[in-house]
């Protein structure tokens, strides 16, 4: 009888680019390794609240370091990264809640659209430099990814009900009962007992984690080989 697929939650927000790179490198894996990936949308904002951490944006350093780091894992994961040119603006006073309300309604009805209405949110923020806040903005995106018209607007519509908002709430409030400070946020569910990671760069240690093979960056699937030793149990 073949092994179960093991559960891992993504908690993102598409507000941060780390969990882009995150998002796409699982989302490359997941049919080639045995999980069950379950996507979960959560407000940056209040986890940076909870756990008394900054954007890092605000810390000079962090923001000239990450203009450079974000250059560098552009190419090196093949994801077409741009910082937006009003860049502080975009992350600091336009946000992302509307954009996340939304994708917490696309998760409630649509749940098989979910990757890719998040993926084309993350495509207009930050890669076209292009809006995710106003409504038209949004329903763009939606389209795009493969909703009809009538779907969008029944989804933006109800995203702004008390029953999504409280949803966004309860997942961002998942987030930080794991520890969460930042996104992305990986939770692996193993032996019924969650092991959780921060960041998009923690995929090898995943593999590991996982007792499986870790192919790189790319998911080339020809790299796939034997391997002699692996942990029998985690």
Partial sequence: MANLP???ELFYDVLSPYSWLGFELLCRYQNIWNINLQLRPSFIPGILKDSGNKPPA???RKGK???MDLQHLKNFYQVPIRIPKDFLTVILEKGSLNAMRFLTAVNMEKPEMLENVS???WMRIWSRDEDITEPQ???AAAEKAGLSKEQAKSLLENSSTDKVKNKLKETTSAACNYGAFGLPTIVVHMDNKPCVIF???RMEMLAYLLALQ???RLCKTDLLAPVSTRRSQI
């Fill in 65 to 67: 370091y990450m203009m």
């Fill in 58 to 60: 605000l810390v000079p």
């Fill in 214 to 216: 870790f192919l790189g």
């Fill in 119 to 121: 993926r084309e949110l």
């Fill in 199 to 201: 960041g998009s760069d």
């Fill in 137 to 139: 903005s949004i329903l």
């Fill in 6 to 8: 093991r559960k891992l």
